[in-house]
């Protein structure tokens, strides 16, 4: 009998919300670079693609909290740059 690659039975469940759990990180990191890269052109003076980078960031969080402190941050960072 094959077991597919999650298995079945407790060690299944752990690996899916293992699985789960690492795409959810990697979402999360994502988003939180898509700023970096943002920033990253604004100090090379490249400010078209700095306000694309942090389009994207704005874009990757717009159904988050306004209160979130790094959203702000990124708001207060892309409105320098218009």
């Known amino acids: 009998m094959r077991i597919g690659i999650l298995g ?3 060690m299944g469940r752990h690996a899916r919300y293992n699985l789960r759990a690492s795409w959810t990180w990697s979402r999360v990191q994502l988003r939180a ?3 970096q890269i943002g920033r990253a052109y604004a100090m090379q003076a490249n400010a078209t693609k700095a306000r694309a980078a942090y ?3 704005l874009t990757l969080w717009k159904d988050a909290d306004p209160d979130v402190p790094v959203l ?4 207060a960072e892309y409105a320098k740059l218009q």
């Open 72 to 75: 702000k941050q990124a708001q």
């Open 33 to 35: 670079e898509q700023r």
């Open 8 to 10: 079945s039975g407790l």
């Open 55 to 57: 389009q994207d960031f």
